[in-house]
Every structure is written in structure tokens, then in C-alpha cells.
């Protein structure tokens, strides 16, 4: 007999200028009076400060990342305003306690903004917890805001979804080589997003009009989306992924900063693609295309952080099959890797 399935999606997505002024709305409408809004702090905090100023009725608690010290809340609901690291915190704040969360990203830089997960390097340190996963109940990215994050962070946001070509290769290669469960339309959703900026690249890339960010917050959604329906982060993180987690636990232990998730994830996709025998010459041109860097140096890192992220990589997730095998790719074969794909 067929096991039950069931997935948790976000009940109200809002997207577009002004969808953050909505969070009053939202608010009323699931009954909330106190609320803790996780930021971060200097720009997204002031952002944060405005919108709670909008709406009445409701006792805000504004907290910067920087002030946390505990997760234990007992306001109604958690907001995380800001990039990767508040609504990273947001969500653990939001599971810890067992409340609903709301995310309003001020950047689109990776897609954490709609996901139920918090980052591996975060939630790795906060293994005591298990797997951190909490659906969002709204989402609301206001195009106006996520317009004044820097372009590289953007940019950095396709390079993640420009990962999905590889990791959804590398789930369909898991379940025929290790039989792990499939779905056909999470990965379809997934690739999905890939597709749809990768035809628009190089139009979206310097995201002069909101429809850039509009298109690009779009295709973020989609992949949370994606990781809702299959219960894990499977479809949107796949071997690209795991060399991206590598080079971002390396460089937190040796406190190397100025690295991208999203730059990392697409010169990770270029060696897997490679690795995988797909066309990567044409995922190189896609990642070029955005404006994204196509060579180490240009992501902040050198040949022997990345061939040491290549050779540690299948160790990270040993649950998560991937083209990286059991056993990880030889030195040898990860600079060949590097060499062949032009990356160095
Ligand atoms: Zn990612």
C-alpha cells in the first residue's frame, strides 16, 4: 500500500511594490497583538523599524541578530525582516517556540527566503535541535525593498537557482542508484525555476526594473515551494551544494570572508555538471551570461580551498547521494575537474 503523503506550503505569498505593507493585514487576519521581528542590524533594521511602524494595534519587540541571545519567545509570531542570517534565526526562533512565522527578505540572494531550512553552516552548529525545518506561513517580498539590496547579492540569487540543472540530476541519480524516494513534480518545479532564469540571464542580471526582481523572486518561491512538497531541501541542493557548504564551513573555520552562497553554488554546478557529463560549456555561459564570476578568484576563493572543498564535499551530507559517490572525488580528479572547466 501507498505510505500517507502530506507537505506544508506557505499560506499567503505576496510579492511585488508594497507587499511588506501587508503584514498588518496579515496579522489581523491570523490574530496576532505580539510579535518579535528578528532583523538585522543597521539597514534591514531600519527597514524594519518603518514597516512595524505602519501597522497599529500590534506590540512589536525589534530584535537585530546582533542582540539575540536566546531563541525563547512568547510573542504570538515570528518575523524575520532582512537577508540570509535574520531569517535564518527567525526560523529556528520560530520552530524553537512553535509559532508561526512570517518572512519579509530585503534581499534575494539564495533560496532560504521561501524554504522551511535554515542554512547547513547554521544549522550544523545547532545540531542539538535536529533538522530545523519550519514552513513560513507568509511570505512577503516587496520588490521595491529587495530592489535596494546590492546587485551582487542578487546576482548571487540566480546563482543559486542556477544550481537546480545539477541537483535535481543528482536526485534522480539517487533514487536509481540508491532507490531514495522521487517526486517527479518537485523536481519538475525545481527545474522549473532554473529555466526561467536562465532564459532571462543576462535581461535580469542588472535588475534596473522591478520585473527583474519580480522574476527573480519568483523562481526563489518556486524552489521553497519545491522543498515543501519533497519534506527536504533535496531538489534545490544537490552535490553544487555540498561543494558551496564546503568552501563555507572552510572559510568559517578559517575566517575568510567576501564569499557568495549564490557564486559559490554556480561554480559549483559548472564542476558538476562536468562531472556529470551534462553541457556544461553551455551552464558556464549561462552563469557568465548573469554576470556571475566563472573563475575561482572571482568568487573570493583559490585553487586549494576548492580542491579541498571537492575532495571533503560527499562527507558534509553522507545521507544525500550525489555524482561525488561515497567515497568523494580524488585530488587529482578535482583539479582536473578545476582545469578542464576553465574555473581556474
Ligand atoms: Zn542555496
Redo the contacts with the bound molecule.
Keep these: 500500500m501507498k505510505e500517507l503523503e502530506s507537505f506544508e506550503v506557505p499560506r499567503y505569498v505576496l510579492f511585488g511594490p508594497g507587499a511588506a505593507l501587508k503584514l498588518g493585514d496579515i496579522l489581523s487576519k491570523i490574530g496576532a497583538k505580539k510579535v518579535v521581528v528578528i532583523t538585522g542590524p543597521t539597514a534591514s533594521r531600519r527597514i524594519a523599524e518603518a514597516i512595524s511602524s505602519q501597522v497599529e494595534g500590534v506590540d512589536f519587540a525589534i530584535i537585530s541578530t546582533e542582540e539575540m541571545v536566546k531563541m525563547k519567545t512568547d510573542q504570538d509570531v515570528v518575523v524575520g525582516i532582512g537577508g540570509g542570517k535574520p531569517l535564518d534565526l527567525a526560523k529556528v526562533t520560530a520552530y524553537v517556540n512553535k509559532k508561526p512565522l512570517i518572512v519579509i527578505p530585503t534581499s534575494a540572494s ?3 527566503i521561501a524554504s522551511p531550512y535554515v ?1 547547513y553552516v547554521l544549522n550544523r552548529k545547532l545540531s542539538e535541535y535536529g533538522k530545523i525545518a519550519v514552513s513560513p506561513l507568509a511570505i512577503l517580498a516587496d520588490t521595491k525593498i529587495i530592489m535596494g539590496a546590492p546587485p551582487r547579492l542578487l546576482r548571487a540569487g540566480i546563482g ?1 537557482l542556477l ?1 537546480k540543472a545539477v541537483s535535481v540530476r543528482d536526485w534522480a541519480l539517487a533514487h536509481r542508484v540508491k532507490g531514495e524516494d522521487y517526486s517527479e513534480y518537485a523536481a519538475i518545479l525545481a527545474k522549473a525555476s532554473y529555466n526561467i532564469v536562465a532564459r532571462n540571464a543576462a535581461k535580469i542580471s542588472e535588475f534596473k526594473q522591478e520585473e527583474d526582481v519580480r522574476t527573480l523572486v519568483k523562481a526563489l518561491i518556486g524552489c521553497g515551494v519545491a522543498m515543501g512538497i519533497a519534506g527536504s ?1 533535496r531538489p ?2 544537490g552535490s553544487e ?1 555540498l561543494f ?1 557548504h564546503a568552501v563555507e564551513l572552510y572559510a568559517e573555520e578559517n575566517g575568510v570572508r567576501d564569499i557568495v ?2 557564486e559559490l ?1 554556480a561554480l559549483g554546478a559548472i564542476i558538476m555538471a562536468y562531472l556529470h557529463g551534462m553541457n556544461w560549456r553551455r551552464l558556464k555561459q549561462v552563469v557568465k551570461k548573469a554576470g556571475l564570476p566563472t573563475r575561482l578568484k572571482d568568487a573570493g576563493i583559490d585553487k586549494d580551498v576548492a580542491v579541498h572543498a571537492l575532495t571533503t564535499a560527499h562527507k558534509l551530507r553522507p545521507d544525500r547521494y550525489t555524482i561525488l559517490g561515497e567515497s568523494g572525488l580524488s585530488r587529482d580528479a578535482a583539479e582536473r575537474a578545476l582545469e578542464a572547466t576553465g574555473l581556474i
Design positions: 539564495h533560496d532560504g542554512s543559486d544550481g531541501s534545490c541542493s551544494h558551496a552562497h549564490g553554488v
